[in-house]
Nanobody, 124 residues
């Protein structure tokens, strides 16, 4: 059974940092690109960051580049998202996702497995 479980969300002030973690099981983690998406109320789910299989080539949305860092620990089937200099516009539910092929890794349709999400709220 495939499972992706996010943790680390919460309510913070602008300028603070949070680290989200995603623990996975039930699939061959090393074979999958891992991504983070977010969805704010009334908005579509949007790409945040992704990291490829080995070597850790990473990709970021322009809105988070330079503030967020994605990384993975293949030996622990874990991916995390370090979020620094948080802004109110970062407020959203953050989802962890896994993509086998990553043909278009910035598209949510490219991801086969999803977690339930974790809420991040940033106040001004």
């Amino acid at each position: 059974q495939v499972q992706l479980e996010e943790s680390g969300g919460g309510a913070v002030q602008a300028g603070d940092s949070l680290r989200l973690s995603c623990a996975t099981s039930g699939f061959t983690f090393n074979d999958y690109i891992m991504g983070w998406f977010r969805q704010a109320p009334g908005k579509e789910r949007e790409f945040v960051a992704a990291i490829k299989w080995y070597g850790g080539t990473s990709f970021y949305a322009d809105s988070v580049k330079g503030r967020f860092i994605i990384d993975r620990v293949n030996s622990k089937n874990l991916v995390w998202l370090q979020m620094n200099s948080l802004k109110p516009e970062d407020t959203a539910v953050y989802y962890c996702a896994a993509s086998k092929w990553g043909a278009n890794l910035k598209s949510s349709t490219d991801y086969e497995y999803w977690g339930q999400g974790t809420q991040v709220t940033v106040s001004a």
